[in-house]
């Protein structure tokens, strides 16, 4: 997304927009085979064991997730490092690059929820809080608002954490992460669900937008980026996808113990080598094809708050199973991929044109 702070880099879109859809195969893969083999609502439980790497990237598709945040980190050290934050600007330009269809769809998730209704449940939602007990409900127009929520935490902090950078070094955020690793170390409980403190909050996520920092500022003061062996972005896929395989034998997502205790780390680090590599290796694509993944990371955004909305409506009509073929995790694969998000696709497509572009133009400078 262009920006008029940060230095546009195409071969991050791309990024944004592989992180959005593989968060819809993520859902889709898990809720509706979930649904044919309990028929039950979807629960984490019976997490499936993925036959080789290149599944197991879906069945973990929630990395994507972690993603995003090393994607935000990386993105503003780049346009920041060395400069002065103007703390109410930026916050005012991520308002008005965030809140415009955040605000549609909670409207739309009050209106239809009205029994889940409460002041501070709203105002929790409101104010970068919707990732912790008490928030309002409003599904399926606000089920990954957690993630916002823990988004927004982070931008309350990033100008403090510039400019510790910018102060004393980039060894600072080496620093604070290994706080956190070592608080979740000492927190830990086998009684207590880990998960649910590194997967939902910024005790577990804060490492991922350190680490995207790190790779910022590592990009930031590179000479050259030529020089990047286009080899290594096999080696680099490799990488990620074998961390995450290893992941998911050892539980995956379906885990609640020792695993999230460094799992958000190590999941940081090799994502933000990857961003590196690729952003490097990327900028050498034919421009027809980085169009169209530009493209896609425009209206990555829309994409990411509104896919569950129409996989609700898909999953409660029955319109979830429309191709019946192979077993249940194929046809779950299959039906988000050529039924939900070709919706998901043309709906974004409308969300961004309506409710995100327009107030692009209300953004300033901040630095």
Known sequence: MKSSNIGYIPSVDHLRGFAAILVVIFHGLHYISHGILYDTPFDGENWPVAPDIFTSLLIEGHTAVSLFFVISGFIFTYGALGKKIIYVEFLRNRFLRT?????????????????????????????????????????????????????????????????????????????????????????????????????????????????????????????????????????????????????????????????????????????AIFLLIYVAVARRFDLRVSSVLVLLGTISYSIYLTHYVVLHVLMTNGWDTLIQVGGPLEIALLNTLLVAIPIVLGLSVITFSLFEKPFFRFRGKYI
């Open 99 to 271: 809140y415009p269809l955040f605000l549609v769809l909670l409207t739309c998730g009050l209106l239809l929820n009205l029994e889940n209704f409460n002041v501070i449940g709203l105002l929790k939602t409101v104010f970068f809080m919707a990732n912790y007990p008490g928030a309002f409900n409003g599904d399926p127009f606000t089920f990954v608002y957690w993630s916002i929520a823990v988004e927004w935490q982070f931008y309350l902090v990033f100008p403090v954490l510039m400019f510790l950078v910018n102060r004393f070094g980039v060894l600072v955020l080496p620093a604070i992460i290994l706080a956190f690793l070592l608080t979740r170390f000492y927190q830990f409980d086998p009684a207590v669900d880990m998960r649910a403190t590194s997967y939902w909050t910024m005790m577990g996520r804060a490492d991922q937008f350190l680490v995207g920092m790190i790779a910022g500022y590592v990009y930031a003061n590179s000479k050259s980026t030529a020089k990047v062996n286009p080899l290594w972005l096999p080696a680099a896929t490799l990488l990620v996808l074998t961390s995450i395989f290893v992941f998911n034998r050892l539980g995956g997502g379906g885990s609640t113990g020792y695993l999230w205790i460094f799992w958000p780390t190590i999941e940081a680090a090799v994502w």
